[in-house]
């Protein structure tokens, strides 16, 4: 179920809103002042927020302009006035839509419905990253990075790689010659060697202690696994 935030001061005609929208379907809540309106707008999420224009506390520019500077929610803003400016305005902040009072609560419900319709096909359609997260390590694995606690680690191609084969196959022993065979992606008739080198590299950017790893462990002579 889509969840709406109303930001209107008018008790009347917020209820209404609500009436309506709960009627098709979503779940609505309803802020009389700007700046609880825009802390509960920041702070949790919705499908779609309902702005009226002339708040007390803080107005429906300021809340728009910054709830678009964090969130891609559809916004929809509601006012008395009827100048192009104000209009132009709101949309140049970030505005999806603007609707004029008074208006017919089914125009309401019908502008919520294509918004929050288009914005899911719209992020139905961008590919999400696929990350492995573990213990204060993340593998962004479409982007190629990988951050411990929080801070950006650089590394190679073949560390990169390395990490993320390992770190995809948790629990799992490996051999040197069969991580060689993987990454190096030719048999392993190469120097084995450069295994070892590059998992002590690996620990040295997300190991806390090298010589107790909490996430390569070394399998005496049989190879690595990646602990979880």
Not at 27 to 55: K, N, P, W, Y
Not at 130 to 158: M, Q, S
Not at 193 to 207: D, L, P, Q, S, Y
Request: aromatic share 8%; with cysteine; hydrophobic share 40%.
């Amino acid at each position: 179920m889509s969840k709406i935030l109303i930001v209107e001061d008018e008790e009347s005609i917020a209820e209404l809103e609500k009436d309506y929208l709960e009627l098709s379907g979503f779940e609505v809540e309803i802020e009389s002042q700007g700046d609880t309106g825009l802390a509960r707008a920041l702070e949790e999420d919705f499908d779609l927020f309902i702005l009226d224009l002339m708040l007390p506390g803080v107005d429906g520019f300021e809340i728009c302009k910054k709830i678009r500077a964090k969130k891609d929610t559809p916004i929809l803003m509601v006012s008395a006035k009827k100048d192009d400016i104000d209009k132009i305005h709101g949309l140049g902040l970030g505005a999806d839509d603007y609707i004029t009072k008074p208006f017919s609560p089914s125009e309401l419900v019908a502008r919520v419905k294509a918004h929050i319709s288009r914005y899911e096909r719209l992020i139905g359609n961008v590919q999400k990253n696929e990350i492995i997260e573990i213990r204060g390590l993340k593998i962004d694995k479409t982007a190629r990075r990988v951050f411990v606690n929080g801070e950006e680690k650089a590394f190679t191609t073949k560390e990169f790689d390395l990490l993320t084969f390992l770190a995809s196959n948790p629990n799992r022993v490996f051999t040197k010659e069969e991580l060689f065979s993987n990454i190096w992606d030719m048999e392993s008739i190469g120097d084995i060697a450069t295994v070892t080198v590059h998992i002590k590299k690996i620990r040295e950017k997300i190991e806390m202690d090298t010589s107790k790893p909490q996430y390569i462990e070394t399998i005496w002579g049989v190879g690595y696994r990646f602990k979880i």
